[in-house]
C-alpha cells in the first residue's frame, strides 16, 4: 500500500521569498509518479508539477521545482519568489503503476504574508 | 469549454433525502473517479471507473450509487443522506491510469446535510 506524509499543516512566508513544502512516501512499487496539486480558497484543485520515479532530473514548471531524493523517499516542493496568489493548500499525490488512483497526503496550507 | 464539469457545485439537502451529483469530461479520457473531501481537507478514493467499468469501491457504503452511462460520464448517487455525508465531493478523470498519469479535477460539489 502507498502511503503520502505531509507534515507541516500550515507554513507562513513572507511574499517574493521561497518556500519548501515536505512531502514523504512509501512504497514498494519501483516505478511510481508524484504530484502536487494546489487548491485555493475557491476549492479547485489545480495540477502543478509532475516527477516520475525513475527521471534522473527534478521537475521544474515555472517557479515550482520538485526536490526529489528516491533515496529518502522524499519529494518536497519549491516554490520560488511566492506572491499572494501562492497562499492556498498543497497537496502531494503518487500513484502507482497501473493504479486506479492517487493517493494524496494530508496537505499544506501556505499564506503567504505581504 | 470546462475540461471537468459537475453539478451542482452547491447543495444543501434535509437528513433523509435522496441527492445526485452530475460529473462530466469532455478530454476523452478512459478513466474517472470520485473523491471525497471531508471537513479536514483529507481527499480520499471513493470510487474508480475505467470504461465504464466499476474498477475501485473504497469502502463506501451501500448508500452511495455510482453510475457512468458512458465514458464520458460519472454521476454519483447517495440515499439517505446523513449528517455525515457533508463533505467536498469532486470528480476527476485521467488518459490512463499509467504512474505518470495526472488527475484533472471538477470544480467540486460542496454537499451540507442539515
Known amino acids: 500500500a502507498q502511503k503520502i506524509t505531509q507534515t507541516q499543516p500550515g507554513m507562513f512566508v513572507q511574499e517574493k521569498e521561497a518556500v519548501t513544502l515536505d512531502c514523504t512516501y512509501d512504497?514498494?512499487?519501483?516505478?511510481?509518479?508524484l504530484f502536487w496539486y494546489k487548491q485555493p480558497s475557491s476549492g479547485e484543485m489545480i495540477f502543478l508539477i509532475y516527477?516520475?520515479?525513475?527521471?534522473?532530473q527534478n521537475a521544474t514548471e515555472g517557479r515550482y521545482s520538485l526536490n526529489f531524493q528516491k533515496a529518502r523517499k522524499s519529494a518536497n516542493l519549491v516554490i520560488s519568489a511566492s506572491q499572494l496568489g501562492d497562499s492556498a493548500m498543497y497537496f502531494c499525490?503518487?500513484?502507482?503503476?497501473?493504479?486506479?488512483?492517487?493517493?494524496f497526503g494530508a496537505g499544506t496550507t501556505v499564506t503567504v504574508r505581504a | 469549454d470546462t475540461a471537468v464539469s459537475q453539478t451542482p457545485k452547491y447543495l444543501v439537502t434535509q437528513m433523509g433525502n435522496d441527492k445526485s451529483i452530475k460529473c462530466e469530461q469532455n478530454?476523452?479520457?478512459?478513466?474517472m473517479y470520485w473523491y471525497k473531501q471531508d471537513s479536514k481537507k483529507f481527499l480520499k478514493i471513493m470510487f474508480s471507473?475505467?470504461?465504464?467499468?466499476?474498477?475501485i469501491n473504497e469502502t463506501v457504503p451501500n448508500r452511495f450509487s455510482p453510475k457512468s452511462p458512458d465514458k464520458a460520464h460519472l454521476n454519483l448517487h447517495i440515499n439517505s443522506l446523513e449528517l455525515g455525508d457533508s463533505a467536498v465531493y469532486f470528480c476527476?478523470?485521467?488518459?490512463?491510469?499509467?504512474?505518470?498519469?495526472?488527475?484533472?479535477f471538477g470544480q467540486g460539489t460542496r454537499l451540507t446535510v442539515v
Open positions: 476527476a478523470s485521467s488518459p490512463g491510469i499509467r504512474a505518470n498519469t495526472e488527475a484533472f
Open positions: 512504497t514498494s512499487d519501483p516505478s511510481y509518479g
Open positions: 516527477q516520475g520515479s525513475y527521471d534522473q
Open positions: 499525490a503518487m500513484r502507482g503503476p497501473n493504479d486506479y488512483k492517487l493517493s
Open positions: 478530454l476523452g479520457h478512459d478513466t
Open positions: 471507473y475505467n470504461n465504464k467499468e466499476l474498477i
